[in-house]
């Protein structure tokens, strides 16, 4: 079975630019979530779609973050314009049935370096 | 009230040892207890699970132990092996009254197996 599928796996650019990460998740998977990791502030989720509409987005940082879901098995979460602070790696996770006792299963991740 | 409190940061055990990893935390609605496990270049992926109602779960050499009262949850790994060098971390759950739910993971710890 395919996993769940992040593309980038890198992205260098530089300040300002617009970045654009994608995300496939698990076939039949109705939950989604963005979470970042960094050393200092360790994981956390950014926003939680369920059944392709987000529940969940108080975890975006700013508004220069915005996340979409336009169908079950595509996603993107854009950071418009980018910062050297948004430098992360960026991981999508997705799980079956919303329910909390439903394993999320994270893709590779995103490693997004922003000069 | 949201924080999961992981420790200790950093774990270094002998092939053959018990590692211990400990997590402590405030929410008494935290219904579902995962423990993830990340290995280098890779997302978390679901290592072993605990709800609130039992006090201990076996899954191999993984033990979670688990102290309502106290609030403290730990995962224990018997027979340390070097394969197991990974950063390991604890997360909470708890269910919004809408249905909704999400984790919040603990800081990490990685955890290094001599050989």
């Known amino acids: 079975d395919a996993g769940v599928i992040q593309s980038p796996r890198h992205e260098v650019t530089e300040m300002g630019q617009e970045v654009t990460l994608r995300c496939k998740p698990i076939?039949?998977?109705?939950?989604l979530f963005w979470y970042r990791q960094t050393m200092m502030r360790g994981l956390e989720l950014l926003i939680y779609?369920?059944?392709?509409?987000?529940?969940?987005d108080s975890g975006m940082p700013e508004d220069r973050f915005s996340a979409k879901m336009p169908n079950a098995s595509f996603s993107t979460l854009k950071i418009q314009p980018s910062e050297p602070r948004d430098s992360a790696v960026y991981f999508c996770a997705s799980s079956s049935r919303g329910q909390p006792n439903q394993p999320q299963h994270f893709g590779d991740g995103t490693r997004l370096s922003i000069l | 009230q949201q924080q999961v409190k992981q420790s200790p940061q950093s774990l270094i055990v002998q092939k053959g040892g018990i590692s211990i990893i400990n997590c402590a935390y405030e929410?008494?609605?935290?219904?579902?207890f995962p423990w993830y496990q990340q290995f280098p270049g890779k997302g978390p992926a679901l290592l072993i699970a605990i709800r609130p109602d039992v006090s201990e779960k076996k899954e191999g050499r993984f033990t979670i132990s688990f102290n309502k009262s106290a609030k403290q949850f730990s995962l224990h790994i018997m027979d340390s092996q070097p394969g197991d060098s990974a950063t390991y971390f604890c997360a909470a759950s708890y269910t919004s009254a809408s249905g909704t739910y999400k984790y919040i993971f603990g800081t990490g710890t990685r955890l290094k197996v001599l050989a």
């Open positions: 076939s039949g998977h109705n939950s």
């Open positions: 779609f369920n059944n392709n509409v987000p529940i969940d």
């Open positions: 929410n008494t609605a935290f219904d579902y």
